[in-house]
């Protein structure tokens, strides 16, 4: 009570805050009436004493009130398009490395162009993330302008970039980029051999458009960088011919967690029709044997039963691709892991991507939290605001409106059944429509909005349909949505990026209409006669009531459904929006409460009727915060998890960069020989114990393999006083004299590049295994939880040992390749550093199955790392093992490229001899 007395009273605290911003807001129109008076080359020469201010000691904070003033003059100028005083608070506070969030239509596009241009100034680079490639290039195009007018530089990358390209946008003053793509670039700067390679420079500042969509709802999947596996397109197919004979009557599915098990019954029907396909070994399914099987059967399963074709994913182009469970997006390049994604491609009969090994991932949370400096906008975003502090350390501020929202917000609607509501909600359209009111209807899924197409035509309302079946449409279908009558069905409206304005678009239609015709008086007068028709619209729906927002069903989310209600009321606009809902609502029939669905039943709601109340809303709400709070949950689990794997990525990378920015590293090469050396005597001879009890034929035969050494160990064994010190000085000398005479007989400035080479190549390589052994100790690491422990402590003190296992074999493998391999001048001429290949990205859900069957194969093969962009063959130089093929018993393919390097096939190349 007196908590609410005193906001009444005094403000919150973020209406305090923003309200300490009105004098820097004063500053900063201070400056106006001398900047319109500049000519324009003085306009320009604005950045250059910035530029000279900050080289002088200034601090960006110094410099601010002016330079958002430049910027606000630089807009009316170029764009013709004048900053709010609003739009300064939203300005200053990303520039603080905080959110705004601002409403839909308040402009946050033009907001950005001040804390980017004040941060550029610097000369570090700035970053502006966009949640997909049509926003990056249109912002980069349209709000590019005011920086390129203000001397500064503009980049933007998309897909299918030169890694050249890509490198001169990074070079940029400003770049433009989604979040995908920065961080993909990031994961393969960090697989090449040399700076010149690398794309990135070092991180400076990043502004995230759509701050919720790309911290928050991506954020639960990581990016992962693959290689192809094992192709089991067959297990696939016969695992799934199996599952679609099953009945609901054999297993138990659980719609909350996607999970599902197999009854009692359900266990010995599956048992027969695997024995009858000969796939099973020995009389029980979960047999040891059966391991791998059991797995493949759980994801069929699953991806049978939980996951909906126009839900979950769609088929396009023969191919099974993943549908945004907020945006309503297709996801390209987005896969299930562990086999779920190949399980419904076998469903849906496509063809069947082989499972990949990951070389490379990281978290968008751990992505970003390498910025120095990172600020945000958006719509929707005080919700989750405790989670942008935990996760990011960020503060979330509601910047006021220009205008006064107008916008009215109707009580729910609640029917019994989907069929009522969506009559209900169709004869709504059809009244609206016809008075000349436009509407926005969003839906949750594809096939709810074909649902309600499909009673629109029935009451013939025309209307357009906006989903992931329709993607490449999507703004010039939303910016149309403001029409007079208009009616568009959308499959959730988060981060669409393109404005409804009441009356119409006129640059779209201006595209749409007259893209053949040319320029010239015919074009400027049909030009001048959309803006006409657009002006006479706006003036239709602004008496019709404005746009009108209806919602199918209550989302997950309530920031989703907050971005959808967004979208009406723009610059104090009339408008209205309304939610219609039923009993057979996902949301409701999984996650309410039970007593909701007790007391509606027992209410004997008629067929057709509709009731509401607050009692109903807040159960809703209730049920909302439930699933965000499990979602959040499912984040923070993947951030702990990852936090562990950062640690030591960021240490692999540091090495990496080191080893790269060296000119030789025999230094590093003697300290590993040493270590192994080290190694090998403590285990074979253990400090404390008597001589008798060392294991001599262990230890000459581990100094044989690793350091082709014959070894005098029995004649050493004869003195007296002997110990291992003395063992490990006398080995490390015999070591060191065998390659100082090995340098001695060839090129010393070559030998020093395979060192270097090498070391890359093994540390990429044991890299890559190491993430598949964390991988599937992850996805196991819960079942701890039965034995009293915690899964996150036992997963940390788990990986810990494996990453000290990780260098040590390392040392060895390094050890062993230089000491046992002799060089061999090639005669091939000198060939350039290659580019990397297009390796598989993906955006993975690592939490979306049950444990795997441990496929994963962590089995070393040198040189089989297709990281290694720097073979040794490309140096001018080959390495070949004494005594024949050094690959033998490793089982590799005949037709599989040679691991030396060289590009041959194996069989063409070490593999001749076979």
Known sequence: MFGALAKAVFGSSNDRYVKSLDKIVREIAAYEPALEALSEEELIGQTAKFQAALAAGSTLDDIL???????????????????????????????????????????????????????????????????????????????????????????????????????????????????????????????????????????????????????????????????????????????????KRLVPEDYDADEKTKNITLTED???????????????????????????????????????????????????????????????????????????????????????????QTMASITFQNYFRM??????????????????????????????????????????????????????????????????????????????????SEFLRQENVPHNVLNARFHEMEAHIVAQAGRVGAVTIATNMAGRGTDIQLGGNVEFRTEDELKDMPEGPERDAAVAKIKAEVAEQRQLVLAAGGLCVIGTERHESRRIDNQLRGRSGRQGDPGMSKFYLSLEDDLLRIFGPDTLFARMMNSNLA????????????????????????????????????????????????????????????????????????????????????????????????????LALD?????????????????????????????????????????RQVEKSVLLDRLDHYWKEHLATLDALRQVVFLRAYAQKTPINEYKQEAFGLFEKMLESIREDVTRILTTSDLQFSPAPEIGLPELPDFLTGHIDPFTMPPPSGEVSASPVFGASPTSAFGLAEAGVALAEAGGDPYAGQNLSRNAVCPCGSGKKYKHCHGIAG
């Open 266 to 356: 359900g266990v010995e029907k599956v048992e027969r029709m695997f024995e009858d396909a000969g796939m099973l070994e020995g009389s029980n399914l979960y047999d040891i044997e059966n391991t791998q099987v059991v797995h493949h059967l759980d994801q069929a399963l699953k991806a049978i039963v939980m996951f909906k074709r126009d839900i979950d994913y769609i088929v396009k182009d023969d191919k099974v691709v993943i549908i945004d469970e907020f945006t309503g997006r297709m996801m390209d390049g987005r896969r299930w892991s562990n086999g779920l994604h190949q399980a419904v491609e076998a469903k849906e009969g496509v063809r069947i991507e082989p499972e990949n």
């Open 607 to 706: 067929d057709g009727e509709a009731i509401g109340s607050k009692w109903l809303s807040k159960a809703i709400e209730t049920a909302q915060k439930k699933v965000e709070a499990r979602n959040y949950d499912i984040r923070k689990q993947v951030v702990e998890y990852d936090d562990v794997m950062n640690d030591q990525r960021k240490v692999i990378y540091e090495q990496r960069a080191d080893i790269m920015d060296a000119e030789t590293v025999d230094d590093v090469v003697v300290d590993m020989r040493n270590d192994t050396i080290n190694a090998i005597v403590a285990d074979a001879c253990p400090a404390g114990s008597y001589p008798e009890h060392w294991n001599t034929e262990q230890l000459k035969e581990r100094v044989g393999d690793v």
């Open 65 to 243: 009130p002016e330079a958002f003033a430049t910027v606000r003059e630089a807009g009316k100028r170029v764009l013709g398009m004048r900053h709010f005083d609003v739009q300064m608070i939203g300005g200053i506070v990303q520039h603080r490395g905080e959110i705004s969030e601002m409403r839909t239509g308040e402009g946050k596009t033009l907001v950005a162009t001040l804390a980017v241009y004040l941060n550029a100034l610097e000369g570090k680079g700035v970053h502006v993330v966009t949640v997909n490639d049509y926003l990056a290039r249109r912002d980069a195009d349209w709000m590019g302008q005011i920086y390129r007018y203000l001397g500064l530089t503009v980049g933007v990358i998309v897909p299918n970039l030169s890694e050249d390209q890509r490198r001169e946008a990074y070079a940029c003053d400003i770049t433009y980029a989604t979040n995908n793509e920065l961080g993909f670039d990031y994961l393969r700067d960090n697989m090449k051999h040399e700076r010149g390679q690398m794309v990135h420079r070092p991180f400076n500042y990043a502004l995230i458009d759509e701050v919720d969509s790309i911290l928050i709802d991506e954020a639960r999947t990581p990016l992962i960088i693959s290689g192809p596996t094992d192709d089991k397109s067959e297990l696939y197919m016969q695992v799934d011919a199996v599952v």
């Open 711 to 751: 070894l005098p160990i029995d004649a050493w064994m004869d003195e007296d006083g002997l110990d291992p010190e003395v063992i490990e000085e006398r080995i490390a000398t015999l070591a060191t004299e065998k390659m100082e005479a090995k340098i001695a007989a060839n090129d010393e400035t070559v030998w």
């Open 371 to 452: 910025y120095p400096k990172l600020g945000g906008m958006t719509g929707t975003a005080a919700t989750e605001a405790p989670e942008f502090f935990d996760i990011y350390k960020m503060n979330v501020v509601t910047i006021p409106t220009n205008v006064p929202v107008q916008r009215i917000d109707e009580d729910d609607e609640f029917y019994k059944n989907t069929n009522d509501k969506f009559q209900a909600i169709a004869k709504l359209i059809k009244e609206r429509s016809e008075a000349g009111q436009p509407l926005l209807v969003g839906t949750v899924s594809i096939e709810k909005s074909e649902l309600l």
